[in-house]
């Protein structure tokens, strides 16, 4: 059961997740997404490093924080598609995907941990990268 989120009062910034192809939150607050991808290092993810933040579900609708999660304090480098094919089970892109690495292109997950559930709330501001909350 999602918890009121007033308990996680002192994080004020928000990742956004993009679930329009993919419900990648829900897998995020079910546990079964452990590592959130990006194409570059020059993202919201890299400026949270070992950080609380919320998960703001965003590409369905109406924005909405959805939950919190610690983010690792290094990323993971995936240099190749057989790296990032290994991960597969915890990053949950499917091959073809739009979020899948691109031929010669790296790829850079972020392991989520401490992921809790909280009941959803319009952030103050959304940017492209992360919310205000």
């Known amino acids: 059961m999602p918890q009121p989120h007033r308990n996680q009062a002192m994080i004020t910034c928000s ?3 993009n679930d329009s192809t993919q ?7 079910r546990g079964e997404k452990l590592v959130e991808t990006r194409d ?3 993202n919201a993810l890299q400026g949270v490093l070992g950080q609380r933040v919320g998960i ?17 304090m290094q990323p993971i480098v995936y240099s190749t598609e057989a ?3 290994r991960d597969e089970n ?8 739009k979020y899948d690495i691109k031929p010669g292109k790296m790829k850079f997950g972020y392991v989520l941990t401490d992921v809790v559930a909280v009941e ?11 919310s205000t909350i």
């Open 15 to 17: 990742v956004n997740v």
């Open 23 to 29: 419900d990648f939150t829900g897998q995020i607050l």
């Open 40 to 42: 570059t290092l020059n």
């Open 56 to 72: 703001t579900r965003t590409g369905t609708g109406n924005t909405k924080v959805v939950g919190y999660a610690t983010v690792a």
């Open 83 to 85: 790296e990032f094919r």
């Open 90 to 97: 915890k990053h949950l892109v499917i091959q073809g995907s």
């Open 120 to 130: 959803p709330f319009t952030p103050k501001s959304v940017g492209r990268k992360y």
